[in-house]
Every structure is written in C-alpha cells, then in structure tokens.
C-alpha cells in the first residue's frame, strides 16, 4: 500500500490488491481507496465479497498511519 498523508489527511491511496482474488479483492480495491479518502480513515466498511481483504487493508492503514505519525 502507498499512501501520502498531507497535513495529516489523506489525499491519495493507493492499495497493492495484486495478490487478491480478481473477483473479490481486486474488484473492490477502487471502492476501498475512495472509502479510505472519504472517510479519512481507517475504518470502513468491509466490501461485499471482500472481507478478508477489507479487514487487512484496515490494518495495513492503521499501522501506516502509526508509521507516519512518528
């Protein structure tokens, strides 16, 4: 995952979904970078199908925010 955080806010997110199943993973990976900006958080929603790929990305987020915040 890459991400630029500005001013602590999120202005581009982009997830490495490459590994994930095509049908469910990397189908979801624009819809979980527009939830990650929108909500300016870590916290969304797990996508329909998605689960597992929702949950890790709200991890990878959280330790990456943690990492810049130092």
Not at 23 to 38: D, F, P, S, V
Request: proline letters at 1%.
């Amino acid at each position: 995952m890459t991400h630029k955080l500005v001013y602590q806010l999120y202005s581009n997110v982009n997830l490495d979904l490459s590994t994930k199943t095509p049908q469910y993973g990397q189908k979801a990976k624009g819809k979980i970078e527009n939830e990650i900006l929108a909500k300016q958080s870590a916290n969304i929603d797990a996508g329909a199908g998605a689960t597992f790929t929702s949950n890790g990305v709200k991890e990878a987020v959280k330790d990456a925010l943690k990492k810049a915040e130092k």
